[in-house]
């Protein structure tokens, strides 16, 4: 009988160990699935395009931003020639192009002029944009923090190192020259520069690679490599290689146009790019209270394989890669309402993708679910390596604005694509994107030239959860950084604009400058009640000279003195941690005191105050609340020094006596003596007592600390509240030209 019974228990001990097995498994399986957010991005594109906002501009308006050849580049009319067979030239004068590659801001980077003149542009663009993108995620970058942040960059060409070589020969090679040669110094230095110690790398797959990075990052979110991921495309063209290459191979449209889908279609326009998201693990943006723009579901990479030719395309791998895609994101075919076609516009590039499309898409589609197909090429021209990250960017936009920018250049559609049979639009101007299916899913495509083929499955972002504003401080602190008075002063007149529109709470505005932002030695602060009053107050502030050495601060705790009821009340209410250090006073206080404190400060016994106990317990625990809440912000004393009771709270606040002690001398059941815990030389001092324990007081102190460079957890003196990022003015780069001698 024994024996059966502990055979009964061995058969549950193994099936608990089944179910936590199971469990793991399913959690594991849960974490390679899980969403990715994308929390930030942005950009730099030809029709001087400097953010997402001017994108979808560009983009809403129907802007064909391609143009001739800017000045600078090669002599266009020296290589020109219409016949695609001339050796050593190019068919197309026109392409899409970026202003001012030849200008970077070194000095908020810590670059030397020498070697900012040796870097690939590239680089120096994947810098900017990424800090940009960044801060419109609303993440801080502190170096000193090495964060777990991933960086993954799509680039294929690399004219700047060309350049340098045709024009110094090998003696141009010098100890600078990784950075204008290396497309691997394109991750590297990001990393190194801001201090990411996440996997970083760069990706060449042609013109997959930055798709293909964003497919990486996705996976290294997942596999916990990294908390957070850049994924990233850049592509300047800088030298004629590669157009000489293109030309002779029929790849270029004499008129410089991507006509996607259309009956003229022959060849596409090359283009520059800079493009960078910003992406975290859906559950991680959720609780850090990111703004979320969308979310990527699910991707896949694959290879065309054998084709008839090592550049042809091969439409059945296509929709292998879109399947798999569809089959990770956990989405159905027919679920999808909108397709950002790769759509260069070749002749037979155009027919295989909208075949493979469709081949995939039309499975389980009853009639009547809506799908849209389209190609930001159409605007911008061909970005090679950025174009996955840029298509990215625009369905992104699209899903915010919920609308579908038009199709450019599709006046006869291509006859050697069914469209009778395809249940497929094609948005020839601004749509309204509100799918019969409901959520709006769409995919994005690429494919290089070498056969790499990669699929992106993109949801609109969650709806956002309404804050409810319970409670709010009375006046708002805003804070302002630069690396340089030029900087600052252009970063007041964005701010300015931002408040002057109101578009924002001025809680979020202030929180996301100040947690959201990496803080500088050029600053400015100022405390207002409204947004009107913070913009006033704003434009008429004037900067100090630069922090140079963050100053040691000092607690100076006051002494006795004749104090109202109701001394802290906004603090206690609305402040956690006043409330409970005030709270273990109030504790410690039990037995020793007739009447309990907090009643005392906060209820009809007030009068009681004048007597010295209850005024001496008052004062040390107000004053003690204060010290343990500017500790909480951040702020930690060098020195705690106090007169009277102050002298007390200084010697408890710097560990010489215990609470118990400090309060029982306080209230005048031991004998007083002097407990001086410090002096006072090089140090700033804070001034802490009853007075001091109101918002005016406080949030100017705290503006004239930050001022002088003294460090601020932002994020804690928030806590209390509802806030949530906003998308703020980016840094303003202070650029000069850089460019080889």
Not at 94 to 108: E, H, P, S, W
Not at 310 to 324: D, K
Not at 612 to 637: D, H, I, K, Q, T
Request: hydrophobic share 40%.
């Amino acid at each position: 009988m024994s024996e059966e019974i502990n055979y009964r228990q061995l058969l549950q001990q193994q099936l608990v160990k089944i179910r936590k097995l199971e469990a793991r498994l399913e959690q594991a399986e849960a974490a390679r699935r899980e969403p990715i957010a994308i929390v930030g991005m942005a950009c730099r594109l030809p029709g001087g395009v400097e953010g997402p906002d001017d994108f979808w501009e560009l983009m809403a308006k129907g802007v064909d931003a391609t143009s001739e050849l800017p000045p600078g580049r090669w002599d266009a009319n020296a290589l020109y020639d219409p016949d695609p067979r001339a050796k050593g030239k190019i068919r197309t004068k026109r392409g899409g192009f970026l202003r001012d590659v030849d200008r970077f801001d070194a000095r908020f980077f810590g670059i030397s002029r020498r070697e900012a003149e040796s870097m690939d542009p590239q680089q120096r663009l994947v810098l900017e944009v990424a800090w940009e993108a960044l801060e419109r995620a609303g993440h801080a970058v502190d170096r000193t923090r090495r964060d777990r942040v991933g960086v993954f960059v799509g680039a294929m060409n690399n004219d700047y190192g060309q350049l340098a070589l045709d024009q110094g020969g090998l003696e141009a090679i010098d100890p600078y020259f990784i950075g204008a040669r290396a497309n691997c110094a394109i991750s590297g230095r990001l990393s190194y520069l801001f201090g990411f110690q996440g996997p970083s790398l760069v990706v060449d797959t042609a013109c997959a690679s930055s798709l293909v990075g964003v497919h990486l990052a996705c996976q290294s979110l997942r596999n916990g490599e990294c908390t957070m991921a850049l994924a990233a495309g850049v592509n300047l063209l800088l030298s004629p290689e590669a157009s000489v290459y293109l030309s002779c191979s029929g790849a270029l449209a004499p008129d410089g146009r991507c006509k996607t889908f259309d009956a003229s279609a022959d060849g596409y326009s090359r283009a520059e790019a800079c493009g960078v998201l910003v992406l975290e693990r859906l559950s991680d943006a959720k609780a850090r209270g990111a703004n979320i723009l969308a979310v990527i579901r699910g991707s896949a990479v694959g290879h065309d394989g054998p084709s008839s030719s090592f550049t042809v395309p091969n439409g059945v791998a296509q929709q292998s890669v879109i399947r798999q895609a569809l089959e990770t994101a956990g989405v159905r075919p027919a679920e999808v309402s909108y397709l950002e076609a790769h759509g260069t516009g070749t002749a037979m590039g155009d027919p295989i993708e909208a075949e493979a499309m469709w081949a995939v898409l039309k499975e389980g589609r009853q009639g009547g679910e809506s799908l849209w197909l389209g190609s930001v090429k159409t605007n911008l021209g061909y970005p090679e390596a950025a174009s996955g990250v840029v298509g990215m960017m625009k369905v992104v936009l699209a899903m915010r604005h919920r609308q579908l920018p038009a199709h450019l250049h599709l006046k006869n559609p291509n006859p050697h694509i069914d469209w009778a049979s395809m249940g497929v639009k094609v948005p020839v101007e601004l749509t309204a994107w509100e799918p019969t299916q409901g959520r709006r899913l769409a995919g994005v495509t690429s494919y290089g030239r070498t056969g790499t083929l990669a699929h992106v499955v993109l949801e609109e972002a969650p709806p956002r959860p309404e804050v409810k504003r319970e409670v709010e401080r009375p006046e708002h602190v805003l804070v302002l950084s630069a690396r340089s008075e030029e900087a600052l002063r252009a970063q007041v007149g964005r701010y300015a604009r931002v408040l002057e529109e109101g578009r924002e709470a001025l809680g979020d505005v202030c929180f996301t400058a100040a947690a959201g932002r990496a803080h500088f030695e050029h600053r400015l602060a100022v405390v207002g009640r409204d947004a009107s009053q913070v913009r006033e107050r704003l434009l008429a502030a004037e900067a100090r000279g630069p922090v140079t050495v963050a100053p040691r601060v000092a607690f100076v705790f006051g002494a006795e003195g004749t104090w109202p009821g109701g001394m802290g009340r906004e603090l206690y209410a609305s402040q956690p941690v006043f409330r409970e250090a005030l709270e273990q006073c109030a504790a410690a206080l039990v037995g020793v005191l007739e009447k309990p404190l907090v009643q005392v400060l906060y209820g009809p016994d007030s009068t009681r105050l004048k007597e010295p106990a209850y005024g001496g317990a008052a004062v040390f625990a107000l004053e003690w609340a204060l010290a343990r809440m500017w500790r909480a912000w951040g702020v930690v004393p060098r020195r705690s020094v106090g007169q009277g009771v102050g002298e007390y709270v200084a010697a408890v606040d710097s560990g010489v006596l215990g609470l118990e002690e400090g309060l029982r001398r306080a209230v005048g059941q031991e004998p007083r003596g002097r407990t001086e815990a410090g002096a006072l030389e090089g140090t700033e001092t804070l001034l802490l007592n009853p007075g001091e324990a109101e918002w005016p007081r406080l949030s100017k102190q705290l503006g004239e600390l930050y001022v002088k460079g003294v460090e601020v957890d932002w994020a804690a003196f928030d806590a209390p509240y509802a806030r949530r990022r906003v998308a703020l003015p980016t840094y303003p780069f202070q650029r000069e030209r850089y460019w080889l001698k």
